[in-house]
């Protein structure tokens, strides 16, 4: 029983020994800056931050361009392919992959700079 | 244990403490967040009168101006999205024919509201119906009650939303009165794209607005008014 | 030919079913696997057709799994002690049914993973949302119902307990009723008759789903069912098939006076295509028809034959249910009465519909869990009726 008991948790760590080769997660952050809070607050927060204002702003019409998700995506999609979501470091990929937290606001939403899209729109 | 698996540990505990005390934590960003619009006000009711004389059978340019802004395909199949669409109708006993355009109603009671298990599909306080996609889980049953045939469903993964307009798979939408552009100042793509005019938004709780005026003087009905649902659509000639 | 087979071999076939359950579950997960990642397109779902063939399995399924519960309702409440035999097994039909219609309702939606909004962002005007609770609580009262039934220390809380039971699905099959009769706009639907007539269907689709059961469980045990009780519970299936009967016909009768509602009622009766072939020759005539044939013909009525009418129900309930969902909304909205209309988004037109592979993949699927429930179920617990000695002095 102990020994079972020992082997799993032995089997457990091992990933976790694997992984201390990796460092902590690259990460594209566009434009970069901080406009909203600092980093480590809205690394606990952002989540909370987002649910507040999506239901502000869908169901009240009260819409902060500050915290808008537009306005995130604005400074943190990549300067070289002008989105959050395209490649494995991008802004939000990077650390939600990291984390192993899936996120599905981008089946919906956009992951384009606005300005890149627009321009992308006005050039069809 | 090495630094960076203690530096792991405590980004996932302290999301895990965030998330066990994230009563009202938007209460707090409230004050600090500037720069943001009053909200919609229930002392305003958005609305449109469509006059059908002026609509030309086989003109469709309300409809290309809703595709281009909301990021429609313009397909016609049986499972593309269609917001706004031109009907052709001709009176059985008199023979008369017209063509009008159709979009979601913008009920003041709607049956869609009525129906809908997770409050997605919802009134704006200014008259306008909305889905929220967030809550959206997909059943369909506000497509099954709307008497105006006015959602769609999207039946495939879509790409490049328009960013101001997000649309996505397994979820319902239809006509937004093009609330990102009300919310703006501007009004409905279809309204302003139709050449002659035919379709008028406004404030009809204004009494001095462009439309209540045009309400209050010329003859005008809502489609299946029998249902007293009371939409802010009327139309001018049926 | 179950006689000859020896008790060593009797098992391995019950795997092999067991098995082939396992299989029709795996291809239903497999479609919701599909659909899930290419979205309903690959489905013959469409703005018009919006509920396809899953939700005919559902609410079958659905609704047979609140009228099957009616044969454990005669006996707790109503007292005859052949059917509070079979009550025990009528409680885990129904728990096996509505598991698996629930499954394929919820597996159906647009986003599936997010069906715990529906309880934490509850509309109380919507059906759909009040639904949750009452299937929920069907299985905790059914759950707690069995319990009072087999756990010797609570038989006699089982009269209440089964008085809840039967209150509880009264008010889940209205719910399911009113899914449709709150429609206003639908020609279809939009009628307060439609709850009463599912619960009358319901009690005739669940005695013929536990006759299906009971007769396989039988039949495999090499038991024999008393002559007295299976004339019993086969004239009560068929009052009941009369009384479903009845409501369809009053509620086509109703609207066929009306003369907005005839164009209606023109094409699902006379001239829709699939939709009058499924109502007369699948539900009326196979539905209808040769079951109270097979079960009043006096040189008829016995195991071979009531088995095979309660299949025939179980067609025709299906074939009802497709007229009466998909045939519903492939007739157009009425959205200009008195006008002609066209358009590019099927107005004026009658809505096609195909049913594809998946669907029908994911509604089986459906089905095979409840089968599954079923008989791993009868193989665990004691769910074979005891039968109960007839008294001395009954006919």
């Known amino acids: 029983?102990?020994?079972?008991?020992?082997?799993?948790?032995?089997?457990?760590?091992?990933?976790?020994?694997?992984?201390?080769?990796?460092?902590?997660?690259?990460?594209?952050?566009?434009?970069?800056?901080?406009?909203?809070?600092?980093?480590?607050?809205?690394?606990?927060?952002?989540?909370?931050?987002?649910?507040?204002?999506?239901?502000?702003?869908?169901?009240?019409?009260?819409?902060?361009?500050?915290?808008?998700?537009?306005?995130?995506?604005?400074?943190?999609?990549?300067?070289?392919?002008?989105?959050?979501?395209?490649?494995?470091?991008?802004?939000?990929?990077?650390?939600?992959?990291?984390?192993?937290?899936?996120?599905?606001?981008?089946?919906c939403h956009s992951g384009i700079r606005k300005s890149a899209w627009l321009q992308q729109r006005n050039a069809k | 244990m090495s630094d960076f698996n203690l530096q792991r540990r405590s980004f996932l505990k302290t999301s895990l403490g965030a998330a066990a005390v994230a009563i009202a934590p938007g209460m707090l960003l409230f004050s600090t967040a500037q720069g943001k619009s009053e909200g919609a006000s229930s002392k305003v009711r958005w609305g449109m009168l469509i006059d059908t004389a002026q609509c030309k059978p086989g003109c469709n340019d309300c409809v290309t101006a809703c595709n281009k802004?909301?990021?429609?395909?313009?397909?016609?199949?049986?499972?593309?999205?269609?917001?706004?669409?031109?009907?052709?109708?001709?009176?059985?006993?008199?023979?008369?024919?017209?063509?009008?355009?159709?979009?979601?109603?913008?009920?003041?009671?709607?049956?869609?509201?009525?129906?809908?298990?997770?409050?997605?599909?919802?009134?704006?306080?200014?008259g306008i119906v909305l889905v929220d996609k967030h809550r959206c889980i997909g059943c369909r049953y506000c497509m099954m009650a709307c008497p105006y045939k006015a959602r769609s469903f999207v039946h495939e993964p879509l790409s490049d939303q328009n960013p101001d307009v997000p649309r996505g798979k397994g979820t319902v939408e239809s006509c937004t009165l093009c609330v990102h552009r009300i919310d703006q100042g501007k009004g409905p793509a279809c309204a302003e794209a139709c050449p002659n005019k035919a379709i008028l938004f406004g404030n009809l709780n204004d009494p001095q607005s462009e439309i209540a005026i045009k309400v209050r003087s010329v003859a005008s009905v809502q489609v299946r008014a029998d249902l007293r649902l009371n939409p802010g659509v009327r139309y001018q000639g049926i | 030919m179950a006689n000859n087979i020896s008790p060593q071999l009797r098992s391995p076939l019950f795997y092999a079913l067991l098995s082939a359950g396992v299989l029709v579950v795996l291809a239903g997960m497999y479609s919701v696997y599909l659909m899930e990642e290419?979205?309903?397109?690959?489905?013959?779902?469409?703005?018009?057709?919006?509920?396809?063939?899953?939700?005919?399995?559902?609410?079958?399924?659905?609704?047979?799994?609140?009228?099957?519960?009616?044969?454990?309702?005669?006996?707790?409440?109503?007292?005859?002690?052949?059917?509070?035999?079979?009550?025990?097994?009528?409680?885990?039909?129904?728990?096996?049914?509505?598991?698996?219609?629930?499954?394929?309702?919820?597996?159906?939606?647009?986003?599936?993973?997010?069906?715990?909004?529906?309880?934490?962002?509850?509309?109380?005007?919507?059906?759909?949302?009040?639904?949750?609770?009452?299937?929920?609580?069907?299985?905790?009262?059914?759950?707690?119902?069995?319990w009072t039934m087999m756990e010797k220390r609570m038989n006699p809380w089982s009269k209440p307990a089964g008085f809840l039971v039967f209150i509880w699905r009264f008010v889940l099959t209205t719910g399911t009723g009113v899914i449709f009769s709150f429609l206003v706009a639908r020609q279809a639907y939009g009628t307060a008759i439609l709850p009463p007539m599912f619960i009358v269907i319901s009690f005739a689709w669940g005695m013929a789903v536990f006759h299906v059961v009971q007769s396989t469980i039988y039949a495999w045990n090499k038991l024999s069912l008393d002559d007295y009780v299976q004339?019993?519970?086969?004239?009560l299936m068929a009052v009941f098939v009369i009384a479903a009967l009845y409501f369809v016909a009053t509620y086509h009768l109703t609207n066929l006076y009306f003369a907005r509602q005839t164009e209606f009622e023109k094409f699902i009766l006379f001239d829709g295509g699939v939709y009058p072939l499924l109502f007369w020759i699948g539900y009326v005539f196979i539905g209808n028809f040769l079951p109270l044939l097979l079960v009043y013909h006096p040189s008829l009525g016995k195991t071979k034959c009531v088995l095979f009418a309660s299949l025939l129900i179980i067609l025709g309930g299906f074939c009802l249910l497709y007229v009466l969902i998909i045939g519903g909304q492939?007739?157009?909205?009425?959205?200009?009465?008195?006008?002609?209309?066209?358009?590019?988004?099927?107005?004026?037109?009658?809505?096609?519909?195909?049913?594809?592979?998946?669907?029908?993949?994911?509604?089986?699927?459906?089905?095979?869990?409840?089968?599954?429930?079923?008989?791993?179920?009868?193989?665990?617990?004691?769910?074979?009726?005891?039968?109960?000695?007839?008294?001395?002095g009954h006919s």
Request: glycine share 8%; aromatic share 8%.
């Open chain 3, 330 to 392: 492939a007739f157009p909205l009425s959205i200009f009465p008195g006008f002609e209309v066209s358009s590019s988004f099927g107005d004026g037109a009658i809505g096609l519909y195909q049913p594809s592979l998946p669907e029908i993949m994911l509604g089986f699927g459906g089905v095979g869990i409840s089968f599954l429930i079923t008989a791993i179920g009868i193989h665990a617990l004691d769910f074979v009726p005891h039968e109960i000695p007839k008294k001395v």
């Open chain 2, 69 to 126: 802004e909301n990021g429609l395909s313009g397909g016609t199949s049986a499972t593309d999205s269609q917001w706004i669409r031109k009907i052709e109708i001709k009176d059985i006993s008199s023979g008369r024919e017209l063509s009008l355009p159709m979009m979601c109603q913008h009920c003041e009671n709607p049956p869609c509201v009525d129906v809908c298990p997770t409050t997605a599909s919802f009134k704006r306080d200014d």
């Open chain 3, 38 to 146: 290419h979205g309903h397109i690959i489905t013959g779902m469409n703005n018009q057709i919006v509920w396809g063939i899953p939700h005919v399995f559902a609410i079958f399924l659905i609704i047979a799994a609140s009228g099957v519960l009616n044969v454990s309702s005669i006996g707790s409440v109503f007292n005859k002690p052949a059917y509070k035999a079979r009550a025990p097994l009528a409680g885990l039909l129904s728990i096996a049914m509505l598991t698996g219609g629930l499954t394929v309702l919820m597996l159906d939606l647009g986003r599936p993973e997010r069906i715990i909004v529906a309880a934490t962002n509850f509309n109380p005007t919507s059906v759909f949302a009040w639904n949750i609770f009452l299937y929920s609580g069907m299985f905790a009262t059914v759950a707690l119902y069995l």
């Open chain 1, 1 to 107: 029983m102990m020994r079972l008991f020992v082997s799993l948790l032995l089997s457990l760590c091992v990933q976790n020994i694997w992984a201390m080769t990796e460092s902590m997660p690259k990460i594209d952050i566009g434009k970069g800056g901080q406009c909203v809070k600092d980093p480590q607050w809205m690394r606990e927060n952002h989540m909370h931050l987002l649910k507040h204002q999506r239901d502000e702003a869908v169901r009240k019409g009260i819409r902060d361009e500050k915290i808008s998700l537009k306005n995130c995506i604005e400074c943190h999609a990549s300067t070289k392919d002008d989105s959050v979501i395209a490649r494995a470091d991008s802004f939000c990929v990077a650390c939600h992959r990291y984390e192993a937290v899936k996120i599905d606001c981008f089946e």
């Open chain 3, 231 to 235: 004339k019993r519970m086969r004239n």
